[in-house]
């Protein structure tokens, strides 16, 4: 995940969760985050079709957590935004005539599966609510 969507994701949910029910504005936000707000809309509607995030627009609106914090995994929030491979693909074709290069993407492609499935394990031990018991 080397995008950047995952710890902004995690930044949002965890402002969400401190707010304790209460609507947290965009603005805010991207003030914490020292960030555009339009990318924060951005997250909160992918995290909102998601399921994670509930909005109310216009004036006094905000976004709140859409269940509590203790029932979002880490992993449901990786599983949000997580791109298409969690590692990268080649760019270019590889040579078939190549042994490495016609069996490359293949062996990468198991790789890549364990790799995640090793990360999400392990993202899905934790909540958003133990996440969130390290800020004082």
């Known amino acids: 995940m080397n995008n950047g969507r995952f710890a902004i ?4 949910l965890t402002l969400l969760a ?10 805010y936000i991207a003030g914490s985050m020292n ?15 998601y399921g994670l995030v509930e909005s ?17 995994r880490m ?7 997580k791109p298409g491979s969690l590692l990268g693909k080649n760019r270019n ?11 490359i993407n293949e062996h ?3 790789l890549y599966a364990e790799a995640e499935a090793s990360l999400l394990k392990s993202l899905g031990k934790k909540t958003l609510a133990d996440f969130v018991r390290q800020f004082h």
């Open 9 to 12: 994701s995690v930044h949002i």
């Open 18 to 27: 401190k707010a304790e029910g209460e609507l947290v504005p965009s603005d």
């Open 35 to 49: 960030i555009n707000p339009v990318l924060v809309r951005k997250e909160l509607a992918s995290l909102r079709n």
């Open 56 to 72: 109310k627009e216009g004036k006094g609106g905000g976004s709140s957590l859409a269940k509590p914090a203790t029932s979002i």
């Open 75 to 81: 992993s449901d929030i990786y599983d949000a935004v």
């Open 93 to 103: 074709e590889p040579n078939p005539e190549c042994t490495v290069g016609r069996q």
């Open 108 to 110: 990468l492609d198991s």
